[in-house]
């Protein structure tokens, strides 16, 4: 008798344990990025990459700190979870003080490894992207500062207009101070229930932080995570350090998910486009400048105070003959 009672009562804990551990979000292998990423040769498993990308024993870098590079990262496995959680790791930072860009993409796209003018990326394209946007010389008339966190839901037929940076096809932002960092910045995309819920962690103190939530957002499943980035005339370096996919189990979608379009809602306010701002001299800057205009101003008082003594002589000349 004491003996089934033990074997009851171990039966009961393996059942709790089992049950507690099945209820909790879990990482997804095939859709995540973890160091260390090379397998044989040059090939990262289930991972594809192209443009400038370089994979590194510590980084992927999507881009270098130069002009007109771009590149991305896909994911060779689509995604069937209906709710999931994506972690990004990362870091962007390079050499410019005033002026860098672009920025970088958060792709759960249907198109991959298709590049083009959105960071890297295609338009047009059907699914979400989250944008880290760091483009210093911003365009459009903001209410916020950069670097910016955004996001967009496409079905295939919006168009990401780089010149207004997005705001008439932004469901949600937030601003977030992330580059040129000494750590690692940290980005989570949340998706259950409808809903979209960023987070960031880019003040190194471990912990996550609302950038924005949006309801009413549909997500098909079958498609593919990746991250792109690109430079133009300005430049930053944009590395991923890992990315981890977690399966929520959390949702009570039944229905098939594979077949709907990406949709959501509402979306922000179109704000009005101005001309580019120009970033402010800095005070180095003005100095010379105002040093500069007052040397020609003392060469042009000197060369008329000349010019008048000549005259002056050239009239007393004239006098005595």
Known sequence: MKDTSILVFICFLTFAYVRSESSKDYLKREHSLIKPYQGTGMMVPFWDFSGSTLVTPNLVRITPDQQSKQGS???SVSCTVPSWEMQVQFKIHGHGKELFGDGMAIWYAKERM?????????????????????????NGEHNHQHPYISAMINNGTLHY??????????????EAKLRNVFY???????????TLTVLTDVENKGEWKECFKV?????P??????????????????DIISLRLFELDSSDIVEDRSKILPSALKYEAPRERIEDVKPAWSGTKTFFIMLLGAILLIGVAVGAVYAYQQHQTNSRKRFYY
């Open 215 to 219: 309801h009413g957002v549909k997500l």
């Open 73 to 75: 990262i896909w994911n």
């Open 114 to 138: 298709q590049p083009g003018p959105v960071f890297g990326n295609q338009d047009y394209f059907h699914g979400l992207v989250v944008f880290i946007d760091t483009y210093s010389n911003h």
């Open 184 to 194: 690692d910045t940290n980005v989570a995309i949340r998706y259950e229930q409808d």
């Open 161 to 174: 207009d780089h010149d207004k940076d997005g705001t008439h096809t932004e469901l949600a932002g937030c």
């Open 221 to 238: 499943t079958g498609y593919f995570f990746g991250v792109s980035a690109a430079t133009g005339d300005l430049s930053d370096n944009h």
